[in-house]
């Protein structure tokens, strides 16, 4: 990761940070949808890389006991003046993800490592940084870690087109990222910053590493990536139909792909 390349792009891009989730609803619902149920009022939780404090705010109104960390100071300024429209207050801090072994941190009933994963290109990073999450999980507590799927480049160019495919398969990091979800690898390299997209089939054999019993590997937009700009405009009976149904298929490995995003659940064995 160049830690330069990603932090002056949310620092130049925290209002779009925080809007996508607006734009891009699904991964919000459902994401929430598998956390809310084991995530309760009064649980402690440490957002690491949490952008401009969507999650975290989420769970602070809900009344647990927050704390936010994010490599962008635009980030974090955002996040301050988002909680305080939302009515809420919790530590926010600055700092790199790989650096939080140095930070008088509590150990917590919940750890988020959602952004941090897919920017961090170097794997012995990675696996740093889910080591030092679990360090700040209490025993038995739940760690939260969300990756980009490689095919996330292909759904874009799909439900974006027509166009976008053309003038993407004109660059080498493009053929790249085909290579990947073909040879079922992963593709490091340009993206919206340098960025670590994993195959669907890596997530689990890299988790193994770590002292976690598997909760849940799950798609975070569920099976309406795809159709997202179709099913918003869909009206809201129908809509909510959708998103009821969709819930049914989170867990099925088979439609993984399906998703931008996947993530990974495990409980910190004790």
Not at 96 to 121: K, R, S, W
Not at 127 to 148: D, H, N, W
Request: proline content about 4%; some cysteine.
């Amino acid at each position: 990761m160049s830690i330069e390349e990603t932090k002056k792009y949310y620092d130049e891009n925290s209002q779009k940070e925080w809007e996508r989730l607006e734009k891009h609803p699904f991964e919000f619902i459902f994401t929430t949808y598998i956390m809310d149920q084991y995530i309760k009022p009064g649980d402690s939780v440490l957002d690491i890389g949490g952008g401009p404090g969507r999650y975290s705010i989420y769970y602070a109104q809900k009344g647990c006991d927050v704390t936010l960390i994010d490599l962008s100071d635009g980030n974090i300024e955002l996040a301050k003046a988002k909680s305080r429209e939302c009515n809420v207050d919790f530590p926010m801090f600055a700092a790199n993800c790989l650096e939080i072994g140095t930070m008088e941190l509590a150990q917590y009933d919940h750890v988020f490592l959602m952004g941090p994963l897919y920017h961090l290109i170097n794997k012995e990073q990675r696996t740093q940084a889910v080591r030092l999450a679990i360090e700040r999980l209490k025993p038995g507590g739940i760690l939260y870690c969300s990756f980009i799927l490689d095919f996330a480049g292909i759904i874009y160019d799909l439900k974006n087109g027509p166009g976008f495919l053309a003038e993407d398969l004109g660059n080498q990091s493009t053929a790249a990222l085909i290579d990947s979800i073909v040879t079922g690898t992963e593709y490091v390299g340009p993206a919206f910053t340098s960025a670590c997209f994993m195959n669907q089939k890596q997530i689990e054999p890299f988790m193994q590493q770590f002292p976690l019993e598997k909760l849940h590997l799950f798609g975070q937009e569920s099976i309406l990536s795809l159709n997202e700009n179709q099913v918003k405009l869909f009206p809201k009976e129908e809509y909510e139909l959708w998103i009821e149904t969709a819930k049914k298929f989170l867990d099925i490995p088979e439609f993984l792909a399906f998703s931008e995003h996947a993530m990974y659940i495990g409980k910190k064995m004790v």
